[in-house]
Each structure stands twice: as structure tokens, then as C-alpha cells.
């Protein structure tokens, strides 16, 4: 009896693939919480920018 990593995985995709607008927004909020707590703006940006990059099907915003 042992933990199932690739079933694990799998639902964690599913639920990325499912969820995640839900995800972005939250990523998004937590971005913006640190650069009030913690400053670092660039650096937290470029974070969540990578994050949200990682998502499937995301939808591609300008940000001009």
C-alpha cells in the first residue's frame, strides 16, 4: 500500500483542466497580497506570470 503518484497527478491535471480560471484569479490575488506585504514587485509579477503561463487552455491577455 503505497500513494498512487501518477493517479495523483492525473486528477491534479484534471482539476488544473477544469479549474483553472478559478486557479489564475487565485494565483492573481496572492500576487497582489505579496507585493503589499513583501514589495518585490517585478520579481512577484514574473512569478505569477509564470504560474499562470503553466495553465492549459488560458486564454492570452494583452497586458499593453
Do not use: C, T, Y
Not at 19 to 38: L, R, Y
Request: glycine share 8%.
Amino acid at each position: 500500500m503505497g500513494i498512487n503518484f501518477d493517479e495523483l497527478k492525473n486528477k491534479a491535471q484534471d482539476l488544473v483542466k477544469e479549474h483553472g480560471d478559478k486557479i489564475e484569479d487565485g494565483v492573481e490575488k496572492v500576487g497582489e497580497f505579496a507585493k503589499k506585504k513583501f514589495g518585490h514587485e517585478d520579481k512577484v509579477d514574473s512569478v505569477v506570470d509564470k504560474i499562470q503561463d503553466m495553465i492549459p487552455d488560458k486564454p492570452k491577455q494583452d497586458n499593453a
